[in-house]
Each structure stands twice: as C-alpha cells, then as structure tokens.
C-alpha cells in the first residue's frame, strides 16, 4: 500500500486524473458543487457502482442534483435527524485500487480554496481497506433514494430558498482588532436583565412615554399594507417630523414624536414626508413587516430611499434613513442621530464620521445581532413589549441632549 496526502489543490489535480483513468466509481460526499470536476465525473457516469451526495441545509448545488438526474447508481442522501457528512473517493480497475478519504467535499472549496487534509490509499482491490469502504457505501442503501425530475425540481426551489437565509457567521477572534473590539463591547455582553434595566434608567426620556409611543407606531404599520396608506401626520410622526403644525389637530400631540430622533432640521426629508413621496413609502415598504430581515431588504430599503432625493438639494443620509427603519421595525434597527452617535460609535468602535448607509449594517445592525440580550428569551409580562423593541431602545442607554 502507498500512502500520500493531498490538500485542496492536489486533490482537485488527482480526481481530474482518476475519474477517467478507473473503470469504477464510488463516492460518499455531504456536499457537491458543478463545475470542471463534477463535469467530468458526469462525463463518466457510466463507472458509477455508488455515488451518494448528502442534502443538508440545502447546500449542495441544484446543478449538480440535476446533472445526477437518472443516472444509475447515483443516489442523494436523507435521515432525519442526521447529517450525511463523508468524504469518501474509492476507483477501481482490475486488482488496483485508489481510496482517497479525508475532510474534503466535492465542492468549489473542497477541491480548492478551502484548507483541506485528505489520505490518498494505493492498492490492491483485496486490501482489508477497501473492502471496509465498499461495506461503508452500501451501508448508506436504506437511506439513500434516486435523483428523480420532481426531486431535483423541489430540491432547487428549496435551496433557492435557503440561499436567501443568513448562514452562521465565523466566529471573530481576538486578532481581528477592530470587529474583536465591537463584537466584546459592555453592550453586546449584556444580559436581557442588565439591558432593559439600563433602559429604564434613560436619564433624558421617560421608559413608558418611550414605549408608549413605539405601541402606536407599531399599530399604524399593523393597520395598512403599505407607508403609502397612512395619513400624513402618520407619516410624520413616524419620521420624527416634531414641528407643532405637523400634528396640529391630528391627534399625535400626546406623544412624543421626536424622541428616537428628531429629524425636524432635515430640510430635503421633510418636504419628502410632507409631500408623501412614492419612493420613500416603496423604500419603508421593502422592509417586511414581520419576521427576518435580511441584507437584501436593507440594500433595497437604501436604493430606494437614496432615489427618493434624486431631485432635492441634499441627500439621504443614515440620521433619516435609521429613522424610518427603527420605527418600522424597532426590533432590528435602532436609529443613530446627533444625540446617540459618539456613544454609540465608541459602544460598537467605529468612527462617528465614518458611518454611513453603506455601512450602518455591518457596524451597528450586525453587532447589535449578537448580543446576548438581542438573543435572550422573549420574556413573559410587560418586559415583552420591550423586547419587541430592543434595538430602537438602545437609544436609551446612549443619547445624550445636544
């Protein structure tokens, strides 16, 4: 038997070789990729004795459950309540054997970018070894199935689906200075208790007239399918519009309209408001009313609202912007304005001149994500409603009168 190990690239290299070389084929992968090497295994379908590719989290690519569409031998794999995770290549002419077993999947980064350690067997057919691997890939036979039209089919509307859904993030490690510093911020590594008793302190506002005003916002977004229906007094309470005739007679002067952020001063926003402008009630409209909200909504949310200033003289900045996201969705977003910026930027370490629309996600929206407050158990009684608002009231622990 000869032994040798093969990273990423070599591997890459040695499956190109023996996948026309063999005259059987056996495989056992979590997960496959299309590309130039699952290309020329399809090329060679006809050696396949087993070829078995796992389905979890949907991460194998569609393109290479169709290409397995039909072929005989090629099966996907599925039990519940398990995770299919070999890496298992085996290629047989004759007597000869070639095994290869390690952490690599077929996959782009598997036979590529990733940094993966794989043991490159060769020998005879008889080996003890590749007897044990061939028992291995048909001890798979009870959970394995075929790759039929309405399976691919299903299977790429499902991954489609899941593509558009965060994966975990890598964890941040002390090296990386500055993400380090703001993801072990004293905000993000407060407890639920610690967080909503700093709340509550709130030297400058008083708790309850906060939340009392979030409930009527969140009842105006409740009411209507889209910005565009509400009143515009409505629409100004929610932008923090807080100049009296904004809300003479309409009902709105019992709350406090320009706490969270007045944006009163904000010329070009204002008459956008006034006017009840088409993009900006498409921008807030972008961001979905309940459950996740993904980059991809923000990124439409800032196209939009940035196209809604086309024709004014300034343009929309993030004091507006967060505005609008935090009062429609006070559970993700808190609004950044003069009161709260150089507290808030020093909480998270970045520089207050460096934020922008461009960036309010990966500095504020990200971080914020992973406290441990943010991820506590939605508590029970009145400290419900609060956490329903959690990321608007940050601005409660760090606004400071100006």
Known sequence: MKVSILD??????????????????????????????????????????????GLDFCATDPDFVDALRGVRNAFVFKKQGACFHPKAYLFVTGENAEAIVGSANFTRGGLGSNFETCMHLRCSVSDPAI???????????PHRQPVTRP?????RRQAAIAAKKPRPAAPVLPTETKDFQRIDSELLKMDWPTFIRE????????????????????????????????SVAEWKAVAGIVHPDAVADSGLEKYQIGWFGSMQGSGSFTNLIANQDEDIAKSVDAIPSRGLVTKADYDKFCELFTDAFSNSARVGRYPTATRLLAMKRPDVFVCVNNGNKANLAEALSFAPSTLGLDNYWERVVEPIKMADWYNSKRPSGKQAEAWDCRAALVDAIYYEEV
């Open 151 to 155: 399976l691919a089919e299903s299977y």
């Open 131 to 141: 007897d044990s691997l061939i028992a291995m890939f048909e001890s798979f036979a």
């Open 8 to 53: 990423a690239s070599s591997l890459r290299k040695t499956l190109l070789r023996l996948i026309p070389k063999h005259d059987k084929i056996y495989m056992a992968v979590a997960w496959a990729d299309s590309g130039p090497v699952a290309d020329k295994l399809i090329e060679n379908k006809r050696k396949f004795e087993s070829v078995t590719v």
């Open 199 to 230: 709340v509550r302190k709130d030297p400058n506002h008083h708790f309850a007239t906060r939340m009392k005003f979030l409930r009527y916002l969140q009842s105006l977004f409740a009411k209507v399918g889209s910005f565009s229906e509400l």
